[in-house]
């Protein structure tokens, strides 16, 4: 039986990788706009922000680490407060042929497992995520490609630095094999979920789904989730009554109700809003490290 948390972790998810650019303005594109962005979502209560980097130009997604750099370093600069979470989740996009499957198509960006990590090994922020699991990722013949080889060189470098990793869950047999990472030795106590909810084709946005998820989690485990679109603040509350964080975000939902386009900051807010009605309180980036087992800020060990 799961019980209200009573401090509830709130991420907020700045800009992703998906073409929502183009259908709203408050999206961040440039670093200064994703850091911009991410101070706003802190001082409006986010105690994480999760980021992602996109070409300044076009707005596409990029894994370049200096972009990463930058939007840390101008974070850091203002003297906000907030836990950093970096994607590592770039790098899996796998577009076929359905005619020719060999044949790999544009929007292809396919690499190693440790390809996807030098960001993190330059930056070392407190979280990083490690998406467990590949996905046919929506309708046509897009694949996400994170293979347990794939995973496991990934988990055991995010160790070594001594960064956590967020656990991103599309599905139940992702989840199945986190567990079994844990049991390899790969992953330090407290582990650290994301339960994403509703992305074609992984788990849907089911409360009956997202409880069999939770009640399929290890022992102490620290979880947050997330739904798409409409369902992102219902979920908030969702996750709040069974006992999890929460995140929202431009990067999953563009909406602060039907037809009125939010501002992360906003999306934050609401988040609050939805968490103090519900009797929690909001907890601060410090309390978020002590939930998380977060190293003191600026202390990571490198190997």
Not at 21 to 34: F, N
Not at 38 to 46: F, I, L, Q, T
Not at 61 to 77: F, G, H, N, T
Not at 204 to 232: H, I, K, T
Request: proline share 7%.
């Amino acid at each position: 039986m799961t019980t209200p948390t009573s401090e509830v972790i709130i991420t907020c998810a700045l800009t992703g990788a998906g073409d929502t650019v183009r259908r709203s303005p408050h999206v961040p594109v440039t670093p200064e706009q994703i850091a911009a962005s991410a101070v706003e979502a802190a001082a409006a209560g986010a105690a994480v922000v999760h980021i992602h980097v996109r070409d300044p130009e076009t707005g596409a997604p990029s894994r370049d680490p200096r972009l990463y750099a930058e939007v840390v370093d101008r974070i850091k600069q203002t003297g906000t407060d907030v836990v950093i979470n970096l994607t590592a989740g770039m790098g899996g996009d796998l577009v076929i042929d359905p005619e020719r499957p060999l044949t790999q198509l544009p929007g292809t960006d396919l690499v190693s497992g440790l390809e996807r990590l030098p960001h993190v090994e330059d930056l070392l922020p407190d979280i990083c995520t490690l998406d467990c699991g590949s996905l046919n990722f929506g309708d046509g013949s897009t694949l996400y490609v994170s293979t347990p080889d794939m995973l496991r060189a990934g988990a055991k470098r995010i160790q070594e630095l001594g960064v956590r990793p967020e656990l991103e869950i599309f599905d139940t047999g992702q989840l199945w094999f986190a567990k079994q990472l844990l049991a390899e030795g790969l992953l330090d106590d407290p582990t650290v979920f994301q339960l994403c909810m509703g992305i074609p084709w992984g788990a849907p946005a089911d409360p009956g789904v997202l409880q069999s998820m939770v009640n399929m989690l290890p022992e102490g485990a620290q979880w947050a989730s997330f739904a798409l679109g409409r369902m992102q603040m219902p979920w908030v509350a969702q996750s709040i009554l069974l006992g999890g964080n929460v995140r929202v975000g431009l990067e999953d939902n563009l909406y602060l109700s039907r037809g009125v386009k939010a501002t992360n900051a906003q999306l934050v807010e609401r988040a609050v809003q939805i968490t103090e009605l519900l009797g929690a309180t909001v907890a601060t980036p410090d309390q978020a490290r002590a939930r998380l087992g977060l190293k003191p800020r600026g202390v990571r060990a490198r190997s």
